[in-house]
């Protein structure tokens, strides 16, 4: 299994971008009972959860995004969304797809966030 993030890209403060995770190798029904969630990794910090979904649905964000990214998931096309908007200076980071499921736990390579002031 793959996954290839794309969608990240320089922006000012408070602007929006939008991130795309697109795993290739896996079939529909792991996908669709997998657990899914973007994470991040700024310079110097470890790695963070931003925001997961299961498969029944339930979100979960870290306090700091919250009101301010949505993740989403497509089943029927194996996609995984991470809507940001209003971003910050502190967002600036690696973000990282991750797929949790029965078959194994998989990576994607990352995509930029830069947010200047």
């Known amino acids: 299994v793959q996954l290839q993030a794309s969608g990240g890209g320089s922006v000012q403060a ?19 009972f997998s657990r899914v969630g973007w994470y991040r990794q700024a310079p110097g910090k470890q790695r963070e959860l931003v925001a997961d979904i299961t498969s029944g649905g339930g979100i979960n964000y870290q306090d700091s995004v919250k009101g301010r990214f949505t993740i989403s998931r497509d089943n029927a096309k194996r996609m995984v969304y991470l809507q940001l908007n209003n971003l910050e200076d502190e967002d600036t980071a690696i973000y990282y797809c991750n797929i949790d499921s029965a078959s194994g736990n998989y990576w994607g390579k990352g995509t930029q966030v830069t947010v200047s002031s």
């Open 14 to 32: 408070g602007g929006s971008l939008k991130l795309t995770c697109k795993p290739s190798g896996i079939i529909w029904s792991t996908f669709r």
